[in-house]
């Protein structure tokens, strides 16, 4: 027998960006496993990625090219080809399309794999010769991206590992427990020495039972409670004056905001006490060094950007940041920007055109409505009849008979039921790439452990091969991933210490903000034009809508699924079960329902059928669809996004996930 350890990065969406030890036993992979020796990682994997190797050789992978031969509104059946075959077909296709118009082809790609290599390196370069639509990729953090840019110049924020050392930690729209491990490693340190840690979610999570306090706000309305604690540190002049003048723009403009919301409009608005209003903002005031974990559940609502703008201007108003462990964390990926090449995917093939744009979270929308009609989509790294919004139009929009439809896939996914072509695509042990993070400050690289299975291939080598058998002959598209790796960054990162230790980190200050600077043009935090902004879908802004729908839903991820990644993994399904609705007691008996039985979940949209369980984790007035799962692997072939919809938040284009009225019946 031989053993080898291979060193690896995770690939998901997701801040921790783990480093990883791979280990392979006569070229299988038999254990994945976190780094000890990685500051981040420290040795520790969710449970999700620490059954990779399960994920990469489950029974029901593709490991060959797939052509559809039913119809799109039947049930799918597919035949195996040969990539010989499925290329050329779809070179074919793909090029009597670009010829009459480019713009008709549209790419649908997110965070499958957060590489820069096997994310967009080849297929950019593709599109911009062909001058293929643009895709504005908004379907999880550019509201709250748009938001701490306008803010702070760019996403940038302090460093995880000190919030150990912090007094005082609000973990704001997240569940860290689920969604970021490693940050909970070191509030769990911060709490055994002392520190108090408050959760603020309409949820209550695993995270905010371990917490010592948890304010369970309503949806989409944590931008009002950021001002109700200005409106506090005002009245108790719990301000930085000196912080404030040197190094934030706009204050003028943001305390008269801030004043007009007292403990109790915030409370009237947030379905919280003006008692929980007013000893937050004591203790933010008093507690020293304080710090604010954000994370992207706040900013999936209408006025998702301006939540996030108020809460980040907090630790500006404190002086927060003086302090290594204090101000705010919601990404660190602005502190890559950098040292990332941005001719990576080769802008200038575009050779000056200008494509469409088409927005990825409309994609329901564009598919039946655009004009000139997408007549093509090429999806990779993404499974968007899942994870859309308002999917009852995604699927209406994939079932187009004229659309020609290719999806890069591991498994048959609801995406992959209704493709024209499947090509199969390697995982991350079988293909080298190199990483960044948006929760840590540490460079890395992902070294293929295994041969590619079957004849997968990696996306890279697909888009090559594409490109070739479309006549593009430009030598961009004979770059290796060798190549594409040392083009990746620039020369600031040295390539050979990467390779070497799997890892490198970025020059970042230990309190970054300490003394302002930030990446604003004038160095300055700017608080200019933020605001409190509701929800579409609230009694507030839509009461006759409130009155019919009464119930606000949201859909954050089940403890065992990555998105819609790992629900077909049977032993991380086997935990989950079965799709459910949380929903608190005295909702339930309002309406006759029983713990374990079958609701409907449904609006104006659509109806979403899944297992009642009534529970404490929902607050009176919010029900909680976990989510998500494959539609085909729901009660009756949906999901959550069935009953979402399609509008956009206040900045950044994003979708509103969490700002979605229904009512609940039995099914």
């Not at 990539?83 to 965070?111: C, G, H, K, M």
């Not at 609230?538 to 119930?551: D, F, M």
Request: glycine fraction near 8%; hydrophobic fraction near 40%; include cysteine.
């Amino acid at each position: 027998m031989t053993t080898r350890t291979v060193f690896g990065a995770c690939p998901h969406d997701c801040p921790d960006t783990c480093a990883l030890q791979v280990t392979v036993e006569d070229e299988r992979v038999v254990k994945v496993q976190g780094r000890a020796e990685h500051p981040n990682t420290h040795g520790a994997l969710c449970t999700k990625v620490s059954r990779y190797a399960e994920r990469t050789y489950h029974a029901e992978r593709l490991l060959h090219p797939l052509r559809r031969v039913s119809r799109k509104t039947e049930a799918p059946a597919f035949v195996r080809v040969s990539w010989a075959e499925a290329l050329a077909d779809i070179a074919a296709r793909l090029r009597a399309i670009a010829d009459r118009d480019p713009q008709a082809i549209q790419p649908y790609s997110y965070a499958g794999t957060m590489g820069l290599v096997q994310g967009e390196a080849m297929a950019g370069r593709l599109w911009n010769a062909l001058g293929a639509a643009r895709l504005d990729r908004t379907i999880c953090a550019s509201a709250g991206g748009a938001g701490l840019a306008m803010t702070y110049g760019h996403k940038l924020g302090m460093h995880t590992r000190h919030f150990a050392g912090a007094k005082l930690i609000l973990i704001w729209g997240s569940n860290s427990i689920t969604s970021n491990l490693h940050f909970w490693t070191y509030a769990n340190q911060a709490r055994r020495d002392g520190a108090k840690l408050v959760c603020i979610d309409p949820r209550r999570t695993e995270t905010a039972d371990k917490c010592h306090q948890h304010i369970a706000l309503l949806p989409g309305t944590d931008g009002a409670l950021a001002l109700g604690l200005m409106h506090e540190l005002i009245r108790s002049d719990g301000l930085d004056h000196d912080y404030i003048a040197r190094h934030l723009d706009g204050w003028d403009e943001l305390r008269e905001k801030a004043l007009a919301w007292p403990p109790e409009r915030v409370a009237a608005t947030c379905g919280i006490s003006a008692d929980e209003v007013r000893g937050l903002a004591r203790d933010y005031a008093t507690t020293r060094p304080a710090a604010i974990r954000m994370n992207y559940g706040l900013q999936r609502v209408r006025g998702g950007g301006n939540a996030v703008r108020l809460v980040a201007l907090l630790p500006c108003l404190t002086g927060a940041w003086r302090h290594a462990s204090g101000g705010v964390l919601l990404s660190a990926s602005g502190w890559a920007a950098p040292y990332k090449n941005p001719a990576l995917e080769r802008p200038d093939l575009l050779a000056g055109r200008t494509p469409r744009m088409v927005n990825m979270s409309t994609i329901g929308d564009a598919l039946l409505q655009a004009d000139p009609p997408i007549e093509a989509i090429v999806v990779y790294n993404s499974n968007p009849v899942a994870v859309a919004p308002e999917s009852p139009k995604v699927v209406r929009g994939f079932q187009r008979e004229d659309l020609f439809t290719v999806v890069l896939e591991h498994f048959m996914t609801d995406t992959a039921d209704l493709a024209d072509y499947v090509l199969p695509a390697t995982t991350q042990l079988e293909h080298l790439d190199v990483h960044t993070s948006y929760g840590h400050t540490d460079v890395l690289m992902n070294q293929p452990a295994i041969a590619p299975l079957g004849e997968a291939k990696s996306n890279t080598q697909i888009f090559r091969e594409l490109a070739a058998a479309m006549g593009l002959d430009d030598p961009a598209f004979r770059d290796s991933d060798e190549d594409l790796v040392a083009q990746a960054f620039t020369p600031d990162i040295d390539l050979r210490a990467l390779r070497e230790q799997g890892w490198q980190p970025l020059p970042v200050p230990e309190a970054p903000f300490a003394d302002g600077g930030f990446r604003t043009p004038n160095g300055r935090a700017q608080a200019a034009g933020a605001d409190y902004v509701p929800n579409y879908e609230s009694a507030q802004a839509a009461p006759e809508l409130a009155a019919r729908y009464p119930l606000a839903m949201i859909s954050p991820p089940a403890r065992n699924f990555l998105n819609s990644s790992f629900v077909n993994v049977k032993s991380l399904r086997d935990i989950e079960r079965e799709p459910v609705i949380e929903m608190h007691a005295d909702d339930a008996a309002a309406r006759g329902l029983a713990d374990g039985a079958l609701v409907a979940a449904f609006n104006d949209r659509g109806r979403y059928v899944a297992r009642l369980k009534v529970s404490p984790r929902a607050r009176p007035g919010v029900v909680n669809g976990l989510g998500v799962w494959w539609r085909k692997l729901g009660v009756q072939g949906t999901n959550v996004n069935e009953v979402t919809h399609q509008r956009l938040t206040d900045m950044g284009n994003a979708p509103a996930f969490y700002d979605c009225l229904v009512q609940v019946e039995a099914a």
